[in-house]
């Protein structure tokens, strides 16, 4: 690293102080320079380290994510509909970068949630706010809210959250309310935010599903309009691991 890349990485990190008191050794002639550049540098890279790994840390701990799951130990097979030039591509998550969303299906066992907290841990690496949700958990957070009446101040939170995982969607009916929450945040996140949705139902079923025509058009067209739809296959793979 040389001496401009250390004063940036000073900056970057928002070392004022020590970012002009280097900038005004740097301005001094060489021979009065002292010899600690590479200390300095050494310094900085460790603190950078140090913030981005507090930061990781800290965002891992937020998304309450359900599995320790890594993506190197999720099973692909091009049988199962997930190859790993897929998983890859995902994994550089430039589908949040876009604000695109992740609809993952199929049956029980197949690793819908494993993956989505695989997907989820890899975005808390990359600086990204996640929060996970099985879909009971966001039916009773919005019950809750309604009943003290903090439901906007819970809506904006979810805002925050770069991605959000929506798991099991579909074992649950859902009433008026909580469509209309959803909605909501479809809405709030269209554009702004990606969503990760697993679910035992067929996509081609929700409609179905959510079974008010109106709001079942809305909630549909937010969520599957710009999504990456993955329908993994095969058996279970709890019996694969006994």
Known sequence: MNQQETLQ???SMKLSGMAKRYETMLALPTHQ???????????????KLYRNQYRTERLL????????????EV?????????????????????????ENLILS???????????CALGRQACLLGHRTLYMP?????????????????LKWAKQLTANRLIILDDF????????????????????????????????PVDAWYEFIDEPTLADAILDR???SATKIELKGKSLRKRKQ
């Not at 008026?176 to 035992?200: C, P, W």
């Open 9 to 11: 990485q000073l900056r």
């Open 33 to 47: 320079q002292e010899d600690f550049h590479a200390a300095l540098a050494q310094l900085c890279q460790a603190e």
């Open 61 to 72: 701990a937020m998304s309450k994510l359900r599995y320790h799951a890594l993506l190197e």
């Open 75 to 99: 099973f692909t097979s091009p049988e199962r509909g997930l190859d790993r030039p897929l998983l890859l591509a995902l994994s550089e998550m430039n589908f949040i970068e876009k604000a």
């Open 106 to 116: 199929g049956l029980t066992g197949t690793g819908k949630s494993y993956l989505a």
């Open 135 to 151: 879909m009971n958990k966001f039916l009773e957070a919005l019950a809750q809210t309604r009943i003290d009446g903090t439901y």
């Open 170 to 201: 579909g074992l649950k009916p859902l009433s008026h309310d909580a469509k209309l929450a959803l909605l909501d945040l479809l809405e709030d996140r269209y554009g702004n935010g990606s969503v990760i949705v697993t679910s035992q139902l």
């Open 223 to 225: 969520l599957t309009a």
